[in-house]
């Protein structure tokens, strides 16, 4: 075993010694107890050895700090980076790379032939692989899972989950010898507190010494309209308790990025740091700045120089790394965050403050999930640096006390699958396998292994309805069958319709002062004669007829919904083979698939990574984006790659082959609407401009400045648009049969699009 310069935990020994007996791990541990060191272990053998070791991460942003991490210990010639759109010493013994990277390389289509990809590599560490959970991206892990070769050792990093065994036993059966290593230990245990207004200098415990609810804590009181718009913020009073009690530097969670912004101001008069460390903030931003010109004028500097920053999506990537460093180095006092820096960025700080333990959702507010508060919370405690880390929850109206306190000494959260067939899945497996091991492959995931579990709901709800039934097993006193109290009903039903009709003959002739006809007579005695039979029926003079009948049609009604749960069983079991074979048969509408393989517009089309494959192969097969210049080809990919925002941005004009193009592109989308309607299948199709003629401007050599006055939106809502654009026009360049003028018109604009600060990471 390697030997680190500490003595390690007792978890790390035990993960080390299973990668040296050439097993695969699953680590699972809280967030900052030392996961890294495992991966450590594993380079160093790898670097021993002489093999390979790649090390995947779920955001590019991470990838770029592991990438800089590993290169500063081990040496810059050793380390190599692949992401999107970077592609540095691929061939180094120590690869860091997303993980969809390392998906497509296993996919072994443009990313050249599996073996190649994997030559030399004895180790791959799968960081954070409870991203599997992510709806959006969670099929990547799967995949990576099942299509890793065995003699490849799976390292897999994850935080707190429910069901690690359950993840252990499926890279198991899937992959090879795989052993758990699971602790709750944290290095710096945590301590919880809670901020209530009604008490507002000083943080109460949240609990009591033996784990009940503090009784000193009182609910937040309940505000309506005017009174809850003007409600008192009291972020600067969490603060100055913080800091009053050395709980300093802290990251201050909340959901709203205009929050995070705001309290950063408000927050900004508070005496943070000392004239010291103000000239040091000084002096590191000027250095930074020296570096990075396009922040020269940013308007949060004076806020840095007050000791507190806020960290979101809608910032340039340049700021929030500059945020990071300096909070780092313990200059920057508080950073307002979103949740979203949660995940993986190595931020340390000894609190972290939670201002609500509900977040507000498109159908309401929601609790947080377990799996979500520890991911937060877990950033409290520097190992090395404090005894213990402190987690401050601020009390809301939409909060209870109690509510907090259980989602507190709650365990996490399981990992469930979101294992999900698409376009570009179905042909590359088809590319290489028949369709019976195409389903082989299908029947692999995690998301069917774990279907027992996925179904209990399900079939607990099947049960319950089952037991129902027979709690209403009727004891007839005539010892009658459901089918005999069947034929008394149908009997009686037909003979109530029967005499009513005949009254009403009756009645009619009477007034006419006319006698019966012979066939209305016959009526009248087939209708006696049918409550002579009912006379037969012991029903007809039972007490308990209304109850049985009442029964049965209770029992009827149960039948109904236990044949639709049977059903929903029944394709819950089979869902992921069932989205297959629908994505299957509209390729081969669309003549991408013949005889179960791929047609050359089918492998062209197994190579784009995008939400919808086909979309984009479509337009790329018109030929509609072939006669664009440079920056109308960016604003329409950009139309297509623009999610639908919750925000209202007013329309900026896009220039008239740009709106032609997508009218086009419209047509092309109502086509597909239909099949893909026809055979269930759910991909969606962004037509989006808002952002279109922000980046026409770009690619013609706009300057940043006028680009973000034009819309009251992040500027790193605006870079992240951008750069999705040139993610798919990168795409245009290295895949198969795309025409070469198309080629040519990509290359240009992404040579005009990536310039700071697009460019910056």
């Known amino acids: 075993m390697y030997e680190f310069p500490f003595e390690l935990d007792e978890f790390q020994k035990d993960a080390c010694k299973y990668i040296d007996d050439g097993k695969s791990v699953v680590v699972c541990a809280p967030t900052g107890a030392g996961k890294t060191v495992i991966a450590q272990h594993a380079i160093h053998r790898a670097l021993e050895s002489g093999k390979r070791i790649f090390y995947t991460t779920p955001l590019k942003a991470l990838s770029n700090q592991k990438y800089f991490d590993f290169g500063e210990k081990y040496g810059h010639e050793k380390v190599g980076l692949l992401t999107g759109d970077t592609s540095i010493n691929r061939n180094g013994q120590i690869v860091v790379m997303t993980t969809e990277v390392f998906r497509n390389m296993l996919y072994g289509t443009n990313f050249g032939s599996v073996s190649d990809n994997l030559k030399d590599v004895q180790y791959v ?221 190595n931020m340390p700080a000894r609190s972290t403050v939670i201002s609500s333990t509900s977040k507000r959702t498109d159908s309401g507010h929601r609790m947080l999930t377990a799996s979500e508060f520890l991911q937060m919370s877990g950033r409290a405690g520097r190992r090395g640096m404090d005894e213990v880390g402190y987690v401050t929850v601020v009390g809301t109206q939409f909060q209870s006390p109690e509510e907090v306190a259980e989602l507190v000494l709650s365990g996490a959260n399981p990992l469930e699958s979101r294992f999900s067939p698409s376009y570009s899945m179905v042909l590359n497996l088809l590319q290489r396998f028949s369709l019976d091991e195409a389903k082989e492959l299908i029947l692999k995931s995690f998301g069917y292994f774990s279907a027992g579990s996925r179904l209990q709901p399900l079939l607990k709800l099947k049960e319950q309805l089952e037991n129902d039934v027979k709690a209403r097993d009727f004891a007839c006193p005539y010892k009658l069958t459901d089918k005999q109290m069947y034929e008394y009903d149908k009997l009686r039903y037909i003979y109530v319709q029967n005499r009513q009709t005949y009254k009403k003959i009756c009645k009619q002739e009477r007034a006419k002062n006319r006698p019966l006809s012979q066939e209305a007579l016959a009526f009248g005695r087939e209708t006696k004669a049918l409550l002579e039979k009912m006379h037969s029926f012991k029903c007809d003079n039972c007490k308990l007829y209304k109850k049985h009948s009442k029964n049965i049609e209770v029992v009827d009604r149960f039948n109904v919904r236990l044949n639709k749960l049977d059903k929903e069983i029944e394709k819950q079991k089979d869902i992921f083979w069932n989205k297959f074979l629908a994505h299957r048969a509209v390729l081969i509408d669309y003549g991408y698939l013949k005889d179960d393989y791929p047609t050359e517009q089918g492998k062209t089309t197994s190579q784009i990574r995008s939400e919808n494959e086909l979309f984009l192969a479509e337009i790329i097969f018109s030929r509609l984006l072939e006669d664009l210049t440079p920056a109308q080809l960016a604003a329409v990919v950009c139309a297509i790659t623009t999610e639908d925002l919750r925000i209202d941005i007013p329309y900026l004009p896009i220039s008239e082959p740009v709106r032609k193009t997508l009218n086009n592109i419209k047509n092309i989308r109502r086509k597909l609407d239909k099949i893909q309607a026809r055979y269930s299948v759910e991909n969606p199709m962004y037509i989006n401009a808002y952002f279109s003629s922000l980046i026409e401007l770009w690619v013609e050599g706009a300057e940043w400045e006028s680009i973000t006055e034009q819309v009251d939106v992040g500027e790193g809502d605006i870079v992240r648009s951008f750069k999705r654009v040139v993610d798919v026009l990168r795409q245009f360049t290295t895949i198969d049969s795309v025409p070469e003028a198309l080629v040519f018109t990509a290359r240009e604009a992404i040579d005009k699009i990536m310039r700071e600060p697009i460019d910056v990471d």
Not at 224 to 237: D, I
Not at 313 to 319: I, K, N, R, T, Y
Request: glycine letters at 4%; aromatic letters at 10%.
């Open 125 to 345: 560490v799968l960081d954070e692989v409870h991203y599997m959970n992510d709806e959006q991206r969670g099929t990547v892990w799967e995949e990576s899972i099942i299509y890793c070769p065995v003699n490849v050792q799976i390292i897999a990093l994850s935080a707190t989950v429910a069901n690690a065994d359950e993840l252990t036993d499926w890279i198991n059966t899937v992959h090879s010898k795989t052993e758990l290593v699971n602790t709750d230990f944290r290095p710096v245990p945590l301590r919880f507190y809670y901020f209530d207004s009604s008490q507002p200098n000083r943080l109460l415990p949240l609990l009591t010494p033996s784990g009940q609810l503090n009784k000193k804590i009182k609910p937040e009181k309940r505000l309506f309209g005017k009174k809850f718009q003007n409600k008192k913020s009291y972020v600067k009073e969490v603060i100055r308790n913080l800091k009053e009690q050395d709980m300093l530097p802290a990251i201050y969670f909340t959901f709203s990025r205009k929050k995070c912004d705001e309290q950063m101001e408000k927050c900004a008069s508070l005496d943070l740091i000392t004239k010291g460390e103000r000239a040091k903030i000084q002096q590191f931003i000027d250095e930074y700045i020296a570096e990075n010109p396009h922040l020269y004028n940013n308007k949060h500097i004076e806020y840095l120089l007050c000791g507190v920053a806020s960290h979101h999506a809608g910032l340039l990537p340049a700021w929030k790394n500059l945020v990071e460093k300096l909070f780092q180095q313990g200059l920057i006092k508080v950073v307002f965050a979103t949740e979203t820096l949660a995940a993986g960025i």
